[in-house]
Every structure is written in structure tokens, then in C-alpha cells.
């Protein structure tokens, strides 16, 4: 079973506007991590967000939130307020205590002005 | 350096040749991976060191590929007889821990 599921390969959003990128997990281990990247057309991963799975609230860093519903194991990355510079692919990455990062397939999100 | 570095960037070697891509961590990181992304795709697992113990190697697709880290800190990445099917990004990340990973700009490999 796949452990990591992003169900969207390609996301349009307005400038300016709100958008919810769609992220589920598989594990049966209590303890694990859970990580949101963006990688632009130049290549780099750029680390956006972490949640901790014994974390009450959802994490939040600037434009960016996760929506933490643990029972769905699920973990859908929200950025607010979308700038054209927010065009990348986005990964969804999950760690369990001492192993791998396995991550997702991707989401290609696109702003338009 | 702050951050992970790869060298070289960029690497084009003829199908049959060896090729070592090298991966510098962040100094004090424990855990070092290496991850294979192809073309549009999500990085796909090769192996994971924690100091100098490769602890797994399960992605590594063939005993063509090859990993080591003798001290703990710099990585080494070794592809024998390289195929076409080799031609990918491949990265590398270290962490502290359990946080987060942090990323090398990665070495983009064609092979011809």
C-alpha cells in the first residue's frame, strides 16, 4: 500500500485566493511526522511545514497551514492568500521514528494572475 | 558550508561508464539519505545512513548502485555501468534526528 497518497497531479488557483492541497497517509505506527515541500521548476525542495503526530493543533507557518485530521489520516496542505510565486510542485512526506522519508507523488499547482 | 552540498550539479556520463555523485550534509547531521527523482515524478527512496551504518538499502533498484558514508558525514553515491534508465535528479538530505529534512540542490544525471 501506497503510504503516502496525493490524489491532484495538477491544481489551478486564482491570485490571491485560497487553496487546499489534498494529502492522506497510511501507517500503523502511533509516533510519525508529517512534511509538506514545494519544489519549484529550479529544483530545490523547500521544507514548508511539519506536524507532529501527537500535535493537538494543526501547524500553521505564515500562508501556510496544515489540516491535521488524524483519524482520516489525512494532512491537506492550505496556503492562503496565493501568490504567483507559490506555482511549484508540492510534495507531502511522512517519517516514522527512525526511518525513511516516503513521500508522495505530487501536486503541480498553478497561480493564476 | 550552511546547508547540504552536491557536486557535481550536473553529470553526463556514457551508458556503460561509473559515475560518484557526492553528497556533503549538514555538519552534526546523524541521518543521510539518498532519493532518485525522475522527470515530474515525487522523489522515490534509495538508501539511509544514520552516522556510518547504512541502515537501509532497499531502494537502491540494483546491485549496480552503491552507498557509503565511512565517517559519518560525507556520502558517497556510486553508480557502476550506468543504463539509460539511471538518467535522473538525484538527491540527497540530511537530519537531526527526527525533524525535518533538509535538502542538497541534487546532481541531475544522463546518461547517453
Known amino acids: 500500500a501506497q503510504k503516502i497518497t496525493q490524489t491532484q497531479p495538477g491544481m489551478f488557483v486564482q491570485e490571491k485566493e485560497a487553496v487546499t492541497l489534498d494529502c492522506t497517509y497510511d501507517?500503523?505506527?502511533?509516533?510519525?511526522?508529517l512534511f509538506w515541500y514545494k519544489q519549484p521548476s529550479s529544483g530545490e525542495m523547500i521544507f514548508l511545514i511539519y506536524?507532529?503526530?501527537?500535535?493537538?493543533q494543526n501547524a500553521t507557518e505564515g500562508r501556510y497551514s496544515l489540516n491535521f485530521q488524524k483519524a482520516r489520516k489525512s494532512a491537506n496542505l492550505v496556503i492562503s492568500a496565493s501568490q504567483l510565486g507559490d506555482s511549484a510542485m508540492y510534495f507531502c512526506?511522512?517519517?516514522?521514528?527512525?526511518?525513511?522519508?516516503?513521500f508522495g507523488t505530487g501536486t503541480s499547482l498553478t497561480v493564476i494572475p | 558550508g550552511a546547508g547540504v552540498s552536491q557536486s557535481p550539479r550536473y553529470k553526463v556520463a556514457k551508458r556503460g561508464q561509473d559515475v560518484a555523485l557526492r553528497c556533503d550534509p549538514i555538519?552534526?547531521?546523524?541521518?543521510l539519505f539518498w532519493y532518485q527523482q525522475a522527470l515530474g515524478q515525487g522523489p522515490e527512496f534509495l538508501t539511509y545512513?544514520?552516522?556510518?551504518?547504512?541502515?537501509?538499502k532497499s531502494g537502491l533498484p540494483s546491485d549496480r548502485f552503491f552507498a557509503e558514508r565511512p565517517e559519518g558525514s560525507v556520502s558517497t553515491l556510486k553508480i557502476q555501468r550506468t543504463q539509460q534508465e539511471d538518467s535522473a535528479v538525484y538527491l540527497c538530505?540530511?537530519?537531526?534526528?527526527?525533524?525535518?529534512?533538509?535538502f542538497g540542490q541534487g546532481t541531475r544525471l544522463t546518461v547517453v
Open positions: 501507517t500503523s505506527d502511533p509516533s510519525y511526522g
Open positions: 512526506a511522512m517519517r516514522e521514528p527512525g526511518n525513511q522519508f516516503y
Open positions: 545512513f544514520q552516522n556510518e551504518a547504512q541502515l537501509d
Open positions: 538530505a540530511s537530519s537531526l534526528g527526527e525533524g525535518r529534512a533538509f
Open positions: 555538519s552534526g547531521h546523524v541521518s
Open positions: 506536524q507532529g503526530s501527537y500535535d493537538q
